[in-house]
């Protein structure tokens, strides 16, 4: 028998019979996730300066180069130029890189080497301009008068910080008004505003720039802080660079020739690869075909966490900031966000000209970015 009682489709038009039905929860769909910043980790200090420095330093070079292109018997002359001669010293043992011939330095000259040729009974081979030369140590003599004290000198590097600030208006009308999905207003402007700008911070401490005149800043320029990528120089590539592996596709090859670069350059010791979603499917890749599943396997798992190799274990992080055709190759214990003293993302009232509440959301940070050279970079990678 049909129903032919009160039904809520009889309460008339738009039901205004009927209470509102409004879920108490508020969706947000941006992304504003920051693993890079949540990887690092909080700093141990602040900065007490708006230009904030560090200091770096490194042994004195066990390497050098040939700068000779006038020999006139390769295997046999004894004489020869380099790159750098304070470099050497008498007593030197060193060795043309992937040659057996070992040489013995016996006089040093400005650039000029004198040098014994197939030292240690080894065999004399041919030498040529721009080769590398090894410095395998230095034979003093018994009884022999101290060196020529040798040192390098501590260098200064350092980073602008940046603000980061939002604001917040509230009428007194909407924080009077009851609202759906959250208790306060202004706590709820505030709680967004602070997540915008964590996310602007991680971008920034990824790809920002330091302007080229005032990065001090003036009352028109604004202050900014230098970004990974633009500290980067020693061991940054890109496909078509000399030596570098053949192709514009992310493969396992690239990453550990980028890999050993950095080994071979500086003592750092990468532990984190951070990457954007492209290339991130590109290294789970790299396991495709090993992969075995039998009849009973009813996951699918197609993900790369860590990285392995002979230049140690990465952690493969996945950020939307860092650009589709880019690799970054870190050692995290040389990178901090560091916030200016008692200037971390902090809520400022400020005073109101009328029938509303306001305030501020203020953040200043710089990076932290030492010795460059203990990381690296792939740019210019296939991105489809």
Known sequence: ???????????????????????????????????????????????????????????????????????????????????NGDRFQVGDQIQVESSEELMLVTGVNSNTLTVVRGYGGTTPESLADNQVINILGNAALEGGSKPTARFTNRVRAGNYSQIFTAAVEISGSDLAARQVGLADEMDYQKQERLRELIRDLENTVINGGQAASNPQGTSSVRRTLKGIFQHLATNSFAPGDSGFPAGNDLDEEKVNYVLRQIWESSSGNVDLIVVNGFQKR??????????????????????????????????????????????????????????????????????????????????????????????????GLSTS
């Open 1 to 83: 028998m049909a129903f032919t009682g009160k039904a809520t489709y009889s309460a008339g038009v738009n039901l205004p019979e009927l209470a509102e039905d409004v879920a108490d929860v508020v969706g947000i769909v941006s992304p504003f996730e920051t693993p890079l910043l949540s990887a690092l980790g909080d700093p141990m200090y602040s900065a007490s300066s708006t230009y904030h420095e560090w200091l770096e330093d490194s042994l004195l070079p066990n390497k050098d180069a040939i700068d000779d292109g006038t020999f006139t018997d390769p295997a046999a002359d004894t004489d020869f130029e380099v790159d």
């Open 282 to 379: 590109k290294i789970n890749s790299f396991l495709s075909s090993n992969r075995a599943y039998d009849s009973a396997d009813v996951k699918f798992r197609d993900m790369v966490s860590y990285y392995e190799s002979d230049y140690g274990t990465c952690k493969v992080i996945m950020t939307r900031w860092v650009p589709q055709d880019a690799v970054l190759f870190l050692d995290s214990s040389r990178v901090n966000v560091v916030p200016l003293s008692g200037r971390s993302f902090h809520f400022k009232p400020l005073a109101a000209g009328g029938d509303y509440e306001c305030g501020q959301l203020i953040g200043e940070y710089t990076l932290e970015f030492r010795n460059e050279q203990a990381h690296g970079c792939v740019r």
